[in-house]
Each structure stands twice: as C-alpha cells, then as structure tokens.
C-alpha cells in the first residue's frame, strides 16, 4: 500500500519524528516580482543605494523564464526600463563607488530617468541614460535569444538600416581589428552626444552606457580626449561613459 503522505511541515517516523521546516514556495524573478520592485524604485522617497545593489543581486539570482529573459535582452515591454535605466545606473554608481545616499527612478518617460541624493548633497542630482550601439546590442541580442549562440561585435552603427544588420548576421562570424571597434563605437558614443545636446538637460548628469567590454580596457584611452571635445559643448554638468559589465563595472568621464 506504502507509506501514506508525511503531515505539512513534519517527518515520516514514530511519534511524528523530526520537525522539519515547511517548504517555501519557490521564487521567481517574474513580471510580478519586477512590478514589485518597480514600486519600490519609483516612490517618492526612492531606495537607498545599497539597498538598490543587494536588491538587483537577489532578483538577479532568481530563476527566470526564458522569455523574460530573452525580454530583458531584447529591453523589450516591462523589462525595458530595467535593462535601460536602472542596471545602467547601478553600473554607474558602482563605477563611480558611490554607496551611500538614496535613488529614485521616476520610470515615467520624461527626463531625467533617475534622481540621486548624496551625503554631501541636498538637493538631488538628475541622471540621463543613453545606449551607445543600442541598435547592434538589440540585433545581437536577437541573434542570441533565437539561436542560442551569438556574437560579441558586428560593426555598425545606430545609423545603420536594419536590413544591413540582418545581412550581417546572416554571414558567419568573422574577425574584427580593435581599431575597426575602437572607430565604430567612439562613432556609437559620438552619436549619443549629439542626440543628447539640448539645453533641457542643463545641470544634470548624462551616463552613455557603451559596449566597452568589446575590447580590453587599455584600449580606450586614446578616444577620451576626442570624445571630451565633443561633450564640450553639452549643457550636461557631467558626461560618463560607463561599461556595460554586470560585475566591476567601469567607465570615464568625458566632460
């Protein structure tokens, strides 16, 4: 007949045996738990910077579906302005080693995407994001999410037509040279540049988020100075290029 079902929360044996804690329902970092979080990242208060780094690491961690992933990959409906504004702004105040004070993202389509708070500060600063090679990431990623396996680099720009990156990715991998890169992305950071110099963005902070694990990091010095005559003329207070790594982010500031 076999042994009947254990009692919730209790051993098989004699007497009841040993108690052993109930099993908790199993967590999922879904759209629900994103919506959650989304709450949290946009009231009024905001969230205190730590508490954004520990919060992102533990839904991070969670399982999740393949197509939410392939979502946040593709920055696609709700996981948009998680893939869009909030991780680039984690990255950057990582990079920036900035761990005390508070964020709030007002998730709300109008600028800036986030407000921070410093110790040293009371008013709050405003944060813009922007995606250099946004194009390139999402056909990449699109590449990634249909056929399992993808690819680091294509080499074309923003203003690229799309039949020319799904040409591209139609042909097999080929080798790329690091100047090829270098030319290609400091044109992708070039163009954020100019979409962003308006003077409604005066006094805020504009974090141009680049492919910049593309190549090691000893590679990148030789554009900075280009690239801060170009910034020159941005009504930002401050202009950063960031990394788009998840662990150790990096970057440098351009104006």
């Known amino acids: 007949m076999g042994l009947p079902d254990a009692a919730p929360g209790r051993a ?11 099993r908790q329902p199993i967590v999922n970092f879904d759209t629900a738990e994103l919506d959650a ?19 992102l690491e533990y839904l991070f961690n969670l399982p999740r579906s393949d197509s939410d992933i392939n979502d946040y990959r593709l920055s696609k409906g709700v996981w948009k302005k998680l ?23 007002p998730l709300d389509n109008q600028i ?10 009371e008013t709050p600063i405003g944060l813009e994001v922007t995606i250099a090679q946004g194009k390139e990431r999402y056909f990449l990623a699109k ?19 799309n039949e020319v990156f799904e040409n591209a990715l139609e042909r097999d991998r080929a080798a790329y040279s690091g100047e090829h890169a270098l030319s290609v992305i400091e044109r992708g ?6 979409r962003k110099s308006d003077e409604k963005y005066a006094g805020f902070v504009l974090l141009i988020e680049a492919p910049l ?7 990148w010095p030789p554009i900075e100075p280009r690239l801060k005559r170009a910034a020159s003329i941005l009504a930002f207070e401050e202009a950063h290029v960031i990394s788009n790594a998840s662990s150790d982010p990096w970057g440098f500031q351009i104006k």
């Not at 098989?12 to 109930?22: D, Q, Y």
């Not at 694990?213 to 590679?219: A, E, G, S, Y």
Request: proline fraction near 5%; aromatic fraction near 8%.
């Open 12 to 22: 098989r044996g004699e007497g009841g045996g040993v108690t052993v804690p109930a």
């Open 37 to 55: 979080f989304y709450k949290i990242a946009s009231a009024n208060a905001g969230i205190s910077i730590q508490q954004l780094h520990q919060r």
């Open 83 to 105: 893939a869009d504004e909030i991780s680039p702004v984690s990255r950057f105040l990582r990079y920036r080693k900035l761990t005390n004070g508070r964020v709030q993202f």
């Open 112 to 121: 800036p995407d986030a407000w921070i708070w410093t110790d040293t500060s």
């Open 143 to 161: 590449e990634l999410t249909e056929k399992g396996i993808g690819r680091g680099f294509l080499g074309h720009s923003d203003e690229t037509p």
């Open 189 to 194: 950071i070039r163009l954020c540049i100019k």
């Open 213 to 219: 694990l593309t190549l090691p990091k000893h590679k």
